[in-house]
C-alpha cells in the first residue's frame, strides 16, 4: 500500500505561484507515472499534469507554460509548480501515481488551491 501525503495548497491572488508537493512513502522509481489532477467544484477530476518514469512530462493543454512536474527520487516527492495561477485553477488538487508492475493507481488526499481575482 502506498501513502501520498500532499501539501503546499492555500489561497493566492490571480498571477501568483504555489508549489504543490506530494510525498510518497515509497521510491518513486516503483512508479509507471505520476501525476497530479483536479477537481474543481461541480466539475469532474480532470488531468492537470503528469510524468512518467523516464521523465517525460504531459501537459493539459490550458496549463501548458505555466505548471511543471517534476520528481526527486531522494526526496520520494512529486512536485507541481504552478505559476502565472487563474481564478478558474481554483480546485482541489490531487496527487496520483500508479504502480510499475501492478497498474494500481494510488491517490492523495488532495490540497485546496484557491486563486482570488
Known amino acids: 500500500q502506498v501513502q501520498l501525503v500532499e501539501s503546499g495548497g492555500g489561497l493566492v491572488q490571480a498571477g501568483g505561484s504555489l508549489r504543490l508537493s506530494c510525498a510518497a512513502s515509497t521510491s518513486i522509481f516503483s512508479f509507471k507515472t505520476m501525476a497530479w489532477y483536479r477537481q474543481a467544484p461541480g466539475k469532474q477530476r480532470e488531468l492537470v499534469a503528469a510524468?512518467?518514469?523516464?521523465?517525460?512530462?504531459n501537459y493539459a493543454d490550458s496549463m501548458k507554460g505555466r505548471f511543471t512536474i517534476s520528481g526527486d527520487s531522494a526526496k520520494n516527492t512529486v512536485y507541481l509548480q504552478m505559476n502565472s495561477l487563474k481564478p478558474e485553477d481554483t480546485a482541489v488538487y490531487y496527487c496520483n501515481v500508479r504502480d510499475f508492475f501492478s497498474s494500481v493507481d494510488y491517490w492523495g488526499q488532495g490540497t485546496q488551491v484557491t486563486v482570488s481575482s
Open positions: 510524468i512518467t518514469s523516464s521523465g517525460a512530462p
